[in-house]
């Protein structure tokens, strides 16, 4: 029978989600939702020591802001809870247990000065100590002790841990769905802990446990745990629930821009680009890291640029929703090798989906921005604004400077432009332009004619040279969009005093 498909986000609340994470969780996504499956949030907090307060419900509003969904988990309950690993405490033990009575386990009761002194020792012969099946035997653990010795320090309450007893010289192997067959030979591995005499199971127990019990079918998750794999699998096979065991898909990682190295948030701050979807307040140091929502980024941005750091669709289609990638979305289009993070291909998506947005959704956007600025603006020329000058921008934050002219008339010209355009003369001219604007209807073709053509064309003026300074009097820079389509917008009686205003200010200048 086909398996239900069930997949987990299974993050540490150990700060905030770095896009690598959120990556995950939207792979996670896709592949639940095209496969009509389950996607869990599991919170894995067994390492109380890197706990970290607030993250889990940044974690949460993260993945809400994106519209990354979860039919199961830690904030909505479900039916295979509790989705918090320190609530599930109770029932690790007797994992734990079984692997120890079926010889997949033993208890070590080395003190952490113990294992200081022999890693110490290896050292100094320029080698590595490992805790595995050539060392083992050298150690206080339940296979170098006697049975009766074992059950006195445990009933004597010494600490201990549970360790994995990986067999001697067994080549394991990982089916991975993306990068195929992966195969590690046992004696290269240590034998990791599982249990803590605290009674915390460790990540590796507590992860397979909660897959199982949880009915995971895919566990998708970054490429940093590939090397733990081959515990897993051994995991699930000393558990006696290979049969169930699920798929394995290990994601490539996030790179730094230039390509070298797994992107991290000290490259975001050196490249001004947030490496974080919120802003996140160090609860400890105070300091701030910036995120994708603050930035200005749309969430639907952020989960099409992720979407395409490591995968494809297969053609070069770069604008995709949430639909179109669930729909399009396959593990075999998932690359091996790393994604370079590209910064203004980021601003770039940005900048297509605000062209998406209706005016009114920029302009509402805008408002905030505006009465920041001081300005009440009327809404439909807000809106007016916003549909005319939307295509010039990525990001919300840009749009004043980009428009605040529409808004205030400027009270400085730039001295560049003055420099370049306002001709001896031109005070005449500008007065000619008041005087065709106060006398012919005020339509856009029609002062069209009458200026640049009837005027300017038929006097052979300097084209370029009236117009830009009857830009610079009305914006105060020679930017903006077409010269009389900006006055409309602006109004009759709004263009004549600018320009009244700059004749005044910039005056007629010397040859
Ligand atoms: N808790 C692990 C993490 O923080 C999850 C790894 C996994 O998905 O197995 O990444």
Not at 285 to 291: P, T
Not at 494 to 501: G, M, N, V
């Given at each position: 029978m086909e398996r239900k498909v069930r997949v987990r986000?299974?993050?540490?609340?150990?700060?905030?989600?770095?896009?690598?994470?959120?990556?995950?969780?939207?792979?996670?996504?896709?592949?639940?939702?095209?496969?009509?499956?389950?996607?869990?949030?599991?919170?894995?907090?067994?390492?109380?020591?890197?706990?970290?307060?607030?993250?889990?419900?940044?974690?949460?509003?993260?993945?809400?802001?994106?519209?990354?969904?979860?039919?199961?988990?830690?904030?909505?309950?479900?039916?295979?809870?509790?989705?918090?690993?320190?609530?599930?405490?109770?029932?690790?033990?007797?994992?734990?247990?079984?692997?120890?009575?079926?010889?997949?386990?033993?208890?070590?009761?080395?003190?952490?000065?113990?294992?200081?002194?022999?890693?110490?020792?290896?050292?100094?012969?320029?080698?590595?100590?490992?805790?595995?099946?050539?060392?083992?035997?050298?150690?206080?653990?339940?296979?170098?002790?006697?049975?009766?010795?074992?059950?006195?320090?445990?009933?004597?309450?010494?600490?201990?841990?549970?360790?994995?007893k990986f067999p001697e010289n067994?080549?394991?192997?990982?089916?991975?769905?993306?990068?195929?067959?992966?195969?590690?030979?046992?004696?290269?591995?240590?034998?990791?802990?599982?249990?803590?005499?605290?009674?915390?199971?460790?990540?590796?127990?507590?992860?397979?446990?909660?897959?199982?019990?949880?009915?995971?079918s895919h566990v998708i998750r970054g490429e940093e745990w590939l090397p733990s794999a081959p515990l897993h699998v051994m995991l699930y096979k000393a558990f006696g629930w290979e049969e169930t065991m699920p798929?394995?898909?290990?994601?490539?990682?996030?790179?730094?821009?230039?390509?070298?190295?797994?992107?991290?948030?000290?490259?975001?701050?050196?490249?001004?680009?947030?490496?974080?979807?919120?802003?996140?307040?160090?609860?400890?140091?105070?300091?701030?890291?910036?995120?994708?929502?603050?930035?200005?980024?749309?969430?639907?941005?952020?989960?099409?640029?992720?979407?395409?750091?490591?995968?494809?669709?297969?053609?070069?289609?770069?604008i995709l929703s949430m639909d179109e990638l669930i729909k399009l979305f396959s593990v075999e289009h998932i690359s091996k090798s790393g994604a370079k993070f590209n910064v203004e291909k980021a601003k770039w998506f940005n900048h297509e989906y605000m062209q998406m947005q209706s005016n009114e959704v920029v302009a509402q956007m805008f408002e905030p921005i505006l009465k920041e600025h001081g300005i009440e603006a009327d809404h439909d020329y807000v809106v007016k604004v916003c549909g005319m000058m939307k295509e010039r921008i990525a990001f919300i934050s840009e749009m004043w400077d980009q428009t605040s002219y529409f808004f205030t008339a400027p009270t400085e010209y730039a001295p560049a432009a003055i420099k370049k355009r306002w001709k001896p003369g031109m005070t005449t001219h500008i007065g000619k332009i008041i005087e065709i604007l106060e006398t012919m209807p005020f339509e856009h073709d029609v002062l069209h004619k009458a200026i640049l053509d009837d005027y300017i064309v038929a006097n052979q003026f300097n084209m370029g040279q009236i117009m830009n300074s009857f830009r610079l009097a009305v914006v105060g820079d020679t930017k903006g969009p077409d010269m009389l389509t900006l006055v409309m917008v602006i109004g009759k009686e709004?263009?004549?005093?600018?320009?009244?205003?700059a004749v005044e200010v910039i005056g007629e200048v010397a040859e």
């Open positions: 986000f299974a993050p540490s609340p150990t700060g905030p989600l770095h896009i690598g994470g959120v990556r995950t969780a939207l792979y996670n996504y896709l592949f639940a939702k095209q496969n009509g499956g389950d996607m869990i949030l599991r919170i894995e907090d067994t390492d109380q020591t890197r706990f970290v307060p607030g993250a889990e419900q940044y974690i949460i509003e993260a993945l809400t802001w994106l519209g990354i969904k979860f039919d199961e988990g830690v904030h909505i309950g479900g039916n295979y809870g509790p989705y918090r690993q320190s609530d599930r405490k109770p029932m690790y033990k007797q994992y734990a247990d079984q692997l120890i009575n079926d010889g997949w386990a033993y208890y070590a009761f080395d003190k952490p000065e113990a294992l200081e002194a022999k890693r110490k020792e290896y050292e100094a012969q320029k080698k590595t100590f490992q805790y595995d099946c050539n060392t083992r035997l050298q150690m206080e653990n339940s296979l170098s002790l006697s049975a009766e010795e074992v059950q006195k320090r445990i009933d004597a309450g010494d600490p201990y841990v549970v360790r994995f067994l080549d394991i192997t990982v089916h991975d769905l993306i990068r195929g067959d992966v195969t590690m030979n046992s004696s290269l591995l240590d034998d990791k802990v599982l249990f803590k005499s605290d009674g915390m199971p460790t990540y590796h127990l507590a992860n397979i446990v909660d897959d199982h019990t949880m009915e995971v798929q394995f898909a290990h994601l490539p990682l996030l790179l730094k821009p230039e390509g070298n190295g797994k992107l991290s948030k000290r490259d975001g701050d050196r490249l001004g680009f947030p490496v974080f979807p919120l802003d996140w307040h160090d609860p400890k140091s105070g300091e701030l890291s910036s995120g994708y929502r603050e930035r200005g980024y749309f969430p639907e941005a952020v989960v099409n640029i992720l979407a395409l750091l490591g995968w494809n669709p297969g053609n070069d289609q770069e709004e263009t004549i005093s600018r320009l009244r205003r």
